[in-house]
């Protein structure tokens, strides 16, 4: 391929995957949905306009690691630690049990794998996918009905939040067990030893940052050197610990997120995920996604990866609730709330994919839970909610 032809098909994903990000948008649909199916139209499967390149794969890597450093940045550090154990129990009920559930829908499709083998890590991986939460539609539904700042909402976004760091940090034991050479011991230590280092090295470069903040509020050297910060710690995690880079990403976004300029730095991150190296990642999804050995035995696995997906959250965050003391139908709002799936689950399959963990032909499942949760998670909030109106209103 020509050295030019990059900007071709960079100019082919730009396009497709905002025009088709927009009509998902206006469907009620999550943007990344729409750039996903432009990957898919695009790609080898369908029209066969572009094809994966390095270049390519490279310029989708740094879009993971760019929105997992906003997801860290987006982190409301201080609403983490007041929510306290309710919202703590809940994330790992909300982790638990779709881990095991994703763990033994894989087995009943494909036989239980013998524990340590490349089956069983497959298996577990799965079930990582269906950890993530991605709560941006439950908050604009709860936005909507003004319940945001109350009780369940705080509940549902703080849950969500440390959901995801959990979901994290078992995706990176998952690869670093997966890893034929490594040993659970080895795994282990370097896991602690990379987030030793994260909170003593953080905590140093925070007050560093601070200073710095004070000095030169709201100029572009902020943000400059937040994403020197966002890449080195993806560097040192993935080589030094043997940590998946996102990781790294997402707890240099955490060691920022309290900083004064936080939302600042956001802002102009966003603008080149936004721009350019978003479209690519979410497009690159498509593009890899194969249609080629699709069967009725992926399709039935894709509807059954769906349904599990959605009442796992439900009975792990929901149960969990009620253990906690919250009662009624403020369970079922918790468990509903929790469901949604974007774009943290997208990227664990990326990550998984990666590594061999994953075929391209179960990114259709992934999708499709996607799809799926985004459209009725609304709808089931909206009801719950105004049959509490209707109650009210009566009394």
Known sequence: MEAYGVFRDLAIIVVFAKFFGLIARKLKAPQVVGEIIAGLLIGPSILGLVHQTDFLVQMAEIGVVLLMFSAGLDTDLKELVKTGPVAFAIACAGVFVPLVGGALLYMGFYGVAPWGSEEFYKAVFIGVILTATSVSITVQTLKELGKLKGKIGTTILSAAIID???????????????NPESNPMQVVLSTVL???????????????????????????????????LCFTFAYVAEHFFGIADITGAYVAGIILC????????????????????????????GLKTSLD??????????????????????IGCGLMSRICGIRGKDCFKVGVGMMTRGEVALIVSQKGLAVGLMEPVYFTAVILLIIVSS???????KLLYSKDTEVEAEA
């Open 258 to 285: 309290s900083c004064k300029d936080s939302t600042y730095i956001e802002e102009k991150i966003d603008i080149n995920s936004y721009m350019l190296f978003g479209p690519v990642f979410f497009a690159s999804i």
């Open 293 to 314: 050995n699709m069967t009725g035995t992926i399709l039935l696995f894709a509807a059954a990866f769906v349904v599990v997906g959605l009442v796992a959250k439900i």
């Open 194 to 228: 990379f987030f030793a280092f994260a909170v003593v090295v953080g905590f140093v470069i925070y007050k560093i940052f601070q200073k710095v903040d004070n000095r030169y509020p709201h100029t572009r050297r902020i943000p400059i050197i937040s994403l020197a």
């Open 164 to 178: 995801d760091v959990i979901g994290i940090i078992v995706l990176t034991f998952v690869i670093g067990f997966k």
């Open 375 to 381: 459209v009725i998670t609304p709808i089931i909030l």
